[in-house]
């Protein structure tokens, strides 16, 4: 005797046991309605690279059968293995229950259409900074691309990798103080097959840099200031602190890059960097310089660009 689903439409089915859920979903899209039923129900926060229930659930069920985002809708309708059935419900179980984010429970996640390892040694990729590395920084460098990048605070290496794969003629350093987060860089730039190009290197700041100039410096350092390190979604409490706050205004690494970064930049070099939130703490803290805020066509907020020449001009601001 067939045994059917009987719970109320408000109630998490997540209780119900695996072999009861196996024998009642069966397709790609009976998972992708299920899982977005109960990350709905369970109220997740939606800031790792998608922004609702939906998106969440479609990343967690391609994900979990190695399907790209572009796959024919006629796959919705295949019928999976009991095997495939039961990796999506023990996601879906782990993703509600520790509200791990879900690129550390597949171990991946996409940044400026690459994928790149993660784990909970280093931030997840969601910078705004990947449209600007999609253009190969086109805006600041209008005639040849920058010949020497440094990555700052670099984590899984996602931007500096990014830029290499983007820009195939230039050289990338990736620069942080955590040796746990140029392991996984390291992975990275094994995964994308171009460590002939890109280095990676522990530096707090840019003191393992010396002597070293770049044509463009990237970073998206720590800047959460400590009022919303304190209130943020359990989600974050995943990633490794180190890498999100940045003293009471979020600005203790963001003003040693600023008052250090000339000394490796070239004449005609940029500073990009990304503060987020913490961008009205920037322009109180500096109120004489004027930064260039950048735009984004998909969302994204508080990234600065300064050139060489401004650095120079408002050094007394920096120090």
């Excluded at 899209?29 to 229930?53: C, I, K, M, N, P």
């Excluded at 990014?162 to 040796?179: F, G, H, K, N, W």
């Amino acid at each position: 005797m067939t045994t059917h689903l009987n719970v109320e439409h408000s109630h998490s089915t997540l209780s119900l046991s695996e072999s009861l859920l196996v024998s009642q979903l069966f397709t790609l899209r009976d998972y992708l309605r299920w899982v977005s039923s109960e990350f709905y129900l369970a109220g997740l926060h939606y800031g790792h690279g998608t922004d609702s229930a939906w998106d969440e659930a479609v990343a967690l069920c391609l994900g979990a059968l190695h399907l790209p985002w572009n796959i024919d809708p006629s796959v919705l309708e295949a019928r999976l293995l009991p095997v495939e059935r039961q990796r999506i419900i023990a996601l879906a179980r782990e993703r509600v229950t520790t509200r791990r984010p879900l690129p550390y429970l597949l171990g991946e996640s996409f940044f400026a259409g690459h994928p790149f390892s993660v784990d909970e040694r280093v931030l997840i990729p969601r910078s705004p900074i990947a449209e600007l590395i999609e253009d190969g920084f086109a805006a600041w460098f209008p005639e040849e691309p920058p010949a020497s990048v440094l990555d700052l605070c670099t984590g899984s290496g996602c931007i500096g990798i990014a830029t290499a794969l983007y820009l195939p003629t230039c050289e990338v350093a990736l620069a942080d103080i955590s040796q746990d987060a140029l392991a996984v860089a390291r992975q990275n730039i094994t995964r994308h097959d171009v460590g002939d190009r890109v280095r990676a290197v522990e530096s707090d700041v840019f003191s393992g840099l010396e002597g070293r100039r770049f044509d463009l410096i990237v970073s998206n350092p720590p800047y959460v200031d400590a009022r919303d390190l304190a209130t943020m979604p359990a989600e974050f409490r995943h990633e490794p602190s180190l890498a999100l706050g940045a003293g009471n205004d979020g600005l203790d690494i963001v003003r040693r890059i600023l008052r250090e970064a000339r000394e490796h930049l070239t004449d005609e070099g940029w500073l990009i960097v990304e503060v987020g939130n913490s961008d009205r703490h920037v322009e109180a803290a500096f109120p004489d310089v004027t930064f260039l805020w950048l735009e984004f066509e998909r969302g994204g907020q508080g990234v600065f660009a300064l050139s060489a020449a401004e650095l120079d001009a408002h050094a007394a601001s920096f120090q």
